[in-house]
T-cell receptor, first 113, second 113 residues
Framework: GEKVEQHESTLSVREGDSAVINCTYT??????FPWYKQEAGKSLHFVID?????DRKQSQRLTVLLDKKAKRFSLHITATQPEDSAIYFC????????????FGTGTTVSVSP | DAGVTQTPRHEVAEKGQTIILKCEPV?????LFWYRQTKIQGLELLSY????????DGGAFKDRFKAEMLNSSFSTLKIQPTEPKDSAVYLC???????????FGPGTRLLVL
């Protein structure tokens, strides 16, 4: 079955710098790739997603890149702020929708002043 | 708009007990998911319903875990009998359709003694 590997387990950045989290997946049929943020003691909060018909999507300070050939996708956070500190999870849906998500193991992002 | 609600938020059970966790999806959503989150295993699928029909279940959870959708706006997850290894956060999520964003509830934190 599909496996999603999240390459960075922790990421420490200075406020104002950029952060990049990388994920790879195994199933070429995967077509939907969301990202979730989990703050301490809270549940998962959707932040951004990308579908396989595009290779880039931006929402304010967040950009997701998708490289289908390499089966790799990444989350870029620019101008980081302390409130960006959280655990970020990447995920993949192994079909054209209608399937549960397979999650990566999470990246703890710490933004220091 | 009310998001996904889960009750109880915390549950403590003795080994061997039966517990029932409850979830109400976002009104109008057709897909409902149960996931389990632990530090070691990460996020794992327990069950996925579409329009009240079971579409997927996590193979490792079949014997003691049973999720049901009694109607389109209410789901339960029964664990019977509980074991200490079931201690985890149980997350419910819903989406409009299988191709849409999944929104997560606050979770139920279960501790089995």
């Amino acid at each position: 079955g599909e496996k999603v590997e999240q390459h960075e387990s922790t990421l420490s950045v200075r406020e104002g710098d950029s952060a990049v989290i990388n994920c790879t997946y195994t199933d070429t049929a995967s077509s939907y790739f969301p990202w979730y943020k989990q703050e301490a003691g809270k549940s998962l909060h959707f932040v951004i997603d990308i579908r396989s018909n595009v290779d880039r999507k931006q929402s304010q300070r967040l950009t997701v890149l998708l490289d289908k050939k390499a089966k790799r996708f990444s989350l870029h956070i620019t101008a980081t702020q302390p409130e960006d500190s959280a655990i970020y999870f990447c995920a993949a849906s192994p079909h054209q929708g209608g399937r549960a998500l397979i999650f990566g193991t999470g990246t703890t992002v710490s933004v220091s002043p | 708009d009310a998001g996904v609600t889960q009750t109880p938020r915390h549950e403590v059970a003795e080994k061997g007990q039966t517990i029932i966790l409850k979830c109400e999806p976002v009104s109008g959503h057709n897909d409902l998911f149960w996931y389990r989150q632990t530090k070691i295993q990460g996020l794992e699928l327990l069950s996925y319903f579409r329009s009240k029909s079971l579409m997927e279940d996590g193979g490792a959870f079949k014997d003691r875990f049973k999720a049901e959708m009694l109607n389109s706006s209410f789901s339960t997850l029964k664990i019977q009998p509980t074991e200490p290894k079931d201690s985890a956060v149980y997350l419910c999520a819903s989406s409009l359709t299988g191709r849409d964003t999944q929104y997560f509830g606050p979770g139920t934190r279960l501790l089995v003694l």
